[in-house]
């Protein structure tokens, strides 16, 4: 069973596959009785193999057990590659010597030597190693570090989504990478649906699009969903800038008769500004951008896993602080009750995902929809800079603005954490 992604393996007794293997998964779990004892299970196991081996690091509990062999023996793994290395170490004078005399070059022979230490040139010199551990001239075994594994994934994924690629940046400790479900996966543009998917593939019959030939402005079907009081107004100014005076936006779709160039396309083309994640003094990591940004700069999408609303209230605190409820359009009309989603950036998601609260924030975030409707009540979660920000600002959103109008009047939460965004209008808390 596997509770996080919610599905369970079912092993069929008169069924196999042509390779002779006979599971298969199923993705609802119906049978709330297996899923309880199952999850008491694991928690058990956590907790046992918690209090064996202090170097086990604790991931989520809806996790199986067995994640957590899985990361000992790769952080074992790498332990032995990192002894091996230091062991070889003593070796590498003695390597160049040698291959020096065999390739008889003697440029490099010279330069080699003159880089050995002046002890390592008295009679107490390393014996060489074994032959079967001689190093090759040209068989060289690269291992790439945890950062450039993960950066490798992670730029292949921002270049299918046509996004510079993020990078990581560590100037506080030692820590490589940030801690992260080792499976997870990072999506640019998009949700990840799950076993949610089938529940909008009725309503996606009624997109509409406009029938503007030319620029959409005036009287744009797409426009008027989205007009105040002053009649239909674009979202967006002709630089492209959100001009920060709704929280929710209607960009046109896929049947609009407009072209890719209309104006009211941002959020659904993706973020072009290129992302750095990087080690904040005291508060996790955090993200910043490398380019001067001006105000209301579209930035990236919240992504992750599309999950319902009451589910996100049964995660651990860890996982929840990755979530972020859609809420915008939770009370309009045609929104059933048992349509509330939230996102989940756990073990799916992007660069946003490491986005600090601040209670005077850079970065708002407003929904915007393009391909679903607001019955749907399943907009995009869109980035945006509310200043100008200069390169290398660390970009933070306020993660419960409502709380902002109740300055003074809302106590503590229960829950939330010492905020440390340094603002001076700080409230104190972090509602996480
Ligand atoms: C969505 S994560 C942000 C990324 C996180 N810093 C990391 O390293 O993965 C939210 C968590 O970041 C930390 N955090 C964010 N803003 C903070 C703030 N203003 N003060 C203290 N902690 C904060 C809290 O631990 C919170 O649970
Ligand atoms: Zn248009
Ligand atoms: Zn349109
Ligand atoms: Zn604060």
New binding site residues.
């Given amino acids: 069973m596997d509770l996080y992604y919610q599905r369970l393996e079912i092993k069929w007794g008169d069924w196999r596959r042509q390779d002779g293997t006979n599971t298969t998964w199923q993705e609802v779990l119906e049978n709330e009785e297996l899923t309880k004892a199952w999850a008491k299970k694991m928690k058990e196991d956590h907790t046992r193999l918690a209090r064996e081996n202090l170097a086990v690091d604790i991931l989520d509990s809806t996790l199986p057990s067995h994640v957590f062999r899985t990361l000992e023996t790769a952080n074992g793994f790498q332990e032995k590659l990192k002894r091996s290395a230091d062991s070889l170490a003593r070796y590498r004078n003695w390597n160049i010597a040698h291959a020096d005399s065999e390739a008889g070059s003697s440029t490099r022979s010279s330069r080699s030597r003159e880089s050995v230490p002046p002890q390592s040139t008295s009679a107490k010199r390393p014996a060489p190693p074994p032959s079967g551990e001689r190093q090759s001239k040209k068989t060289k075994t690269v291992v790439p570090s945890a950062r450039q594994a993960l950066l490798q994934r992670w730029s292949r994924a921002c270049k299918a989504a046509g996004a510079p690629p993020v990078r990581i940046r560590n100037d506080v400790d030692d820590q490589e990478i940030?801690?992260l479900d080792p499976r997870f996966i990072y999506i640019e543009n998009d949700f990840y649906l799950g076993i949610l998917a089938d529940e909008f593939e009725e309503d996606e019959a009624y997109l509409a699009g406009c029938e503007c030939v030319g620029p959409c402005e005036g009287d744009c079907n797409c426009l008027e969903l989205i007009s105040d009081e002053d009649g239909p107004t674009p979202a967006y100014d002709a630089e492209g800038l959100f001009r920060l005076d709704r929280s929710v936006v209607v960009e046109c779709n896929k049947l609009c008769a407009c072209g890719d160039e209309c104006s009211n396309r941002v959020a659904q083309k993706g973020r072009d500004v290129e992302i750095e994640i990087f080690?904040?003094e005291?508060?996790?990591?955090?993200?910043r951008s490398l380019q001067d940004l001006p105000k209301g700069k579209f930035l990236g999408l919240y992504t992750g896993r599309l999950i319902r609303r009451e589910d996100a209230a049964n995660l651990s605190?860890?996982h929840r602080?990755?979530t972020f409820d859609i809420d915008s359009l939770d009370n309009g009309p045609g929104v059933p009750d048992d349509r509330r989603y939230s996102v989940d950036?756990h073990s799916f998601g992007n660069w946003t995902?490491?986005?600090?609260?601040?209670?005077s924030p850079n970065v708002q975030v407003y929904s915007v929809m393009w391909d679903s409707t607001p019955q749907m009540n399943r907009p995009y979660l869109a980035f945006v800079t509310n200043q100008v920000i200069p390169a290398e600002t660390e970009l933070?959103i306020d993660?419960d603005p409502k709380a902002a109008y109740d300055r003074g009047k809302r106590r503590r939460p229960p829950g939330s954490?010492?905020?440390?965004?340094?603002s001076a209008c700080?409230r104190g808390w972090?509602a996480?």
Avoid: I, L
């Fill in positions: 940030p801690p080690r904040t005291d508060r996790g990591w955090g993200a605190d860890s602080s990755y950036a995902r490491f986005v600090n609260h601040s209670c933070t993660y954490k010492e905020c440390r965004c340094g700080c972090v996480v």
